[in-house]
């Protein structure tokens, strides 16, 4: 069986299984097990399919036609490999987690059902990247979003959750729209359907086509300013859905921006350009918002903003090395992209998955109501922690290797004109803010969470998540280790992709020595975590030999005198965020409801303050209500009376009827 | 590498050292005779001694901060060419690894304590996580102009080998400014005067001090250690930058003056000036990335 063939049929277990297993529904436990073992399953030989491809050098296809009208066509190459790669190991990890995280037994059926649209959602999204023409990309786009979106509505008795579905529709169904639009009208110019050849397009329409397709894809990636929709869905999707969706949905957007790209393959700078200085706004702005959270679930979903943002700097640093003739900068630059694709999924994954656990242990997921959580639920704040230091790109853990081969690209650019050059200086400088601001927003994640005192009741009777929500979380854990420190591994095929865009687009081959340069680096990178820990357990060895016979106690903590310490007295997770979001006030307002106490016996006091997302606000008062007042004026059309939409259908048909004869 | 190696544990050893010349010159400039030189040393054998008190809030993070905090000052110093001999390790990338590591140093000095429930490490710890990132913005900036004139990538090649970077050369002006920018950089990074005050022990003005009250003993010593290696890696980058070209002999006794020159400054800013308000530090910072851009700007229209 060859590889494509391998894929399809661990496409086809993968949602098979689970929807077989709804007929079940009578007995959910052993319904449940069924439906994650086949996710498994598919994954497990979706993996197997993965590590072919990827030591495959040419591209498999296979077409199926029907009719000769509706012709689907698949195919495989590196590209495509690393992102089913990032897929399949995610959606295994996120069956596992939920095999014990959704287990009300009242909700067996439902329960069920979400289990078969999360292995929909896994088959989707692997035809999404294998797809080889427009016809079946847009199909398993569609089957994927429509699919999530179900997803997200597993709580639908909850107003919020229903609402941030409905917001969720709107975006992905609009960002459709427009990548319609685009293939529409590259179809119309090539007559083609075909997602590889590049056809002759004159420069300006590639770039008008790239950017309308730019639109749609970058609502499903979520790039600010088109994210409003992330915030909402993710905090009200299951954790382990937000994990596949956080994780890996979004990243779809990118690889459709990168497979956009090789389709037409522009020369102009301006994507890239453009692409680089969305990426250093999503990524700043994200991370800000992401600090003023209240909710661990909605920090994180913006979060992922700033994360996209990182991918989208590397991926325009290595757009603006392709046009300016510079095949490392471009290989470097899309290497740490990929790479950030695949850490971020691992990562973002975990702490979502941590965040789960919090709430089934909690019952919460307030932070200002939690604190402390380190000592009853040691591997789920061990895991946070490990996907926190991970998040802010710090060595000896994963996400320094993607950052580090993103600041090799920038540091590529000295040969540029000046004005790529700045821009290139920008996009590292605002790695480097990103990185500090992640720092800041982290360890309030893990710090005010994890550690110090806990803050209520449901904090302090907090326990451990069950079994195989551990099980998912060590072993993404596990990856963060070892993808920091043995990247030579994993950077392979990050680097066999970006090598082959790269030769795709040039029609030159790079020589075997740049790809034994960049290699390089990821040994550089190993061997920096290797030293640290190995710097870090010589000196915990001195620390243990100098402890050595020492009086060591154990007190309350030293409150300068004050010895009447209650937890209240904490920092708390929003005057730790305060100084930083006053720095960033123009773009991110905090909004604020207050109630002073009045009189002599005051009654009820309350205070109330959240931090604004620009973006929405804008896009709710500019764009959202003039439509829907214009709209009102409008409302006498809709009677709700069947016999009258009757007669509109019947009188549009008559009237196009007319318009075309007349078109004549 | 001999030579390199034995200038790197003398610096390594002096750093306590260095540090009282800073105590030193403020007694001096306030008419006290101050603590003796030796003071850190004392500080540090008597901190050894000890054992520890551990808050029963705290878990394991509180305890391996101060490991990972000296590890990340130690492996600093052993990637930095001191005086412009040839640095110990050395990889294109390594000056990336180095800042990612002090971030790494930062994360766990901030959740540490954040692990003691206290409301002043928690202030102290706010105020670290916020200045930081604006220092980080001035440092990449500092690395983007090195490449520009040397087109590498490693602290070793800024500072050694025919293309190094120097004050001395033609664009030296525009380093003049760098060389400013840095000294911010080391006066908000390490934590002094106006950006924060060691010497204010029990005040809610303060950031490091305040961040490591609960630490003692041994765990004590490693972090007040690795807080003047730390300084000293910050000393030492400004120290080459201002270094002309000299052979192996004179060089390593001019970087000694250099440096304690730079420590004697830092005594005597801390003495002629009161700490910032908190609203003007990151301004105070900011003017660092300014005048960093603007080096940078400069240098391409060179």
Known sequence: ???????????????????????????????????????????????????????????????????????????????????????????????????HYLNEREKGLRTLINQALLGILASAMALVVVAHDMVTFL?????????????????????????????????????????????????????????????????????????????GLASKAGIFPLHIWLPHAHPAAPSHVSAIMSGVMIKMGIYGILRLYLTIAPDSLAIGRTVLILGMVSGILGVVYAMG???????????????????????????????????????????????????????????????????????????????????????????????????????????????????????????????????TVLGAISLAVIGGLA???????????????????????????????????????TMCIAIGILPTVFAKPALKSAISMVTTMTHQPTTLLQTQAIMDLTTRISWGSVLFLLVCAALW??????????????????????????PRIQYTGSSFAASVLEFFR???????????????????????????DIAETLAVQRIAMPVVR??????????????????????????????????? | MLTSLFICLLAVALAPLFSAVITKTKAFLVGKQGPPLLINYYTLAKLLKKGSVYSESTTFVFQTMPVISLAVSAIAILFLPIARMPALLSFSGDVILVLYLFG????????????????????????????????????????MLFYKLNGTLSLNDYFTGPNAISIWRPEGAILLLIAIALFVVLLAENSRVPVDDPATHLELTMIHEVMILDHSGPDLAFIEMSAWLKLLFYATLIADLLLPELSTITAVPAFFAVITAIYLTIGIIESITARFRMRLVPKFILTSFALAFFAVILVLEM
């Open chain 1, 293 to 423: 959270q209240n909710n661990i679930k909605r920090l994180l979903a913006y979060s992922s903003i700033e994360n996209i943002g990182i991918i989208l700097i590397g991926i325009g640093i290595g757009m603006i090395g392709m046009s300016s003739g510079n095949p490392i900068m471009a290989v470097c630059g899309f290497t740490g992209g990929l790479m950030h694709v695949l850490n971020h999924a691992i990562f973002k994954s975990l702490l979502f998955m941590a965040a789960g656990s919090v709430a089934h242990g909690t019952g919460t997921l307030a932070i200002e109501r939690l604190g402390g959580l380190m000592k009853q639920m040691r591997i789920t704040g061990l895991a946070s922690l490990i996907g926190a230091v991970a998040i802010c790109g710090l060595p000896p853990l994963n996400g320094f290797v993607s950052e580090f081969f993103i600041y090799n690209a920038a540091f590529q650019s000295r040969q540029l004109s000046n004005m790529d050059f700045l821009l």
């Open chain 2, 104 to 143: 790494i140093a930062r994360f766990f000095l901030i959740i540490a304590a954040l692990d003691t429930a206290s409301p002043f490490e928690g202030m102290g710890a706010a105020r670290e996580a916020y200045f930081s990132f604006l220092c980080e913005a001035t440092l990449f900036t500092v690395l």
């Open chain 1, 439 to 477: 720092v800041a927003c982290f360890t309030k994640a893990t710090g005010i969470v994890f550690l110090g005192e806990p803050r209520t009741s449901e904090a302090r009777h907090a326990h451990e998540a069950p079994l195989s929500m551990r099980y998912a979380m060590q072993f993404l854990a």
């Open chain 1, 1 to 99: 069986m060859n590889t494509i063939q391998t894929l399809l049929l661990a496409v086809f277990v993968l949602s098979s299984i689970p929807i077989a297993s709804i007929a079940l529904y009578s007995q959910p436990q052993i319904a449940k097990k069924l439906g994650t073992i086949g996710i498994l399953l598919g994954c497990l030989m979706g993996l197997w399919s993965v590590w072919q491809g990827i030591n495959e050098t040419g591209i498999q296809s296979l077409t199926y036609s029907w009719q000769h009208i509706l012709i689907l066509s698949v195919s495989m190459d590196n590209l495509s490999a690393f992102f089913l790669l990032t897929i399949f190991l995610i959606t295994g990890a996120a069956a596992v987690y939920g095999f």
């Open chain 1, 541 to 566: 060895w001195l620390r243990v030999i100098l402890y050595r016979h020492k009086p060591l106690s154990r007190t309350c903590t030293w409150g300068c005198g004050y010895t009447k310490a209650s």
């Open chain 1, 139 to 215: 199909l398993a786009w569609e089957l994927m979003s429509i699919s999530s979106c179900f997803l997200v509505v597993y709580d639908y008795e909850q107003k919020a959750t229903r609402h941030a579905a409905y917001i969720y529709f709107i975006f992905t169904q609009a960002g459709a729209l427009f990548i319609f639009a685009a293939f529409g009208w590259l179809h119309g110019l090539t007559g083609s359907f075909s997602l590889s050849a590049s056809a002759p397009v004159p420069e300006s329409t590639k770039l008008l086509i790239f950017f309308l397709a730019f639109a």
């Open chain 1, 586 to 612: 123009p773009f991110a307002p905090i909004h604020e409801e207050c109630q002073e106490p009045v009189g002599v016996f005051p009654t009820k006091a309350r205070y109330h303050s959240s931090i604004l």
């Open chain 1, 630 to 664: 214009a709209m009102r004026s409008l409302r006498w059309i809709q009677h709700g009376s069947l016999q009258i939409y009757i007669s509109y259908i019947v009188l549009a048909i008559a009237a196009l009827l007319v318009v075309t004869w007349l078109w004549r």
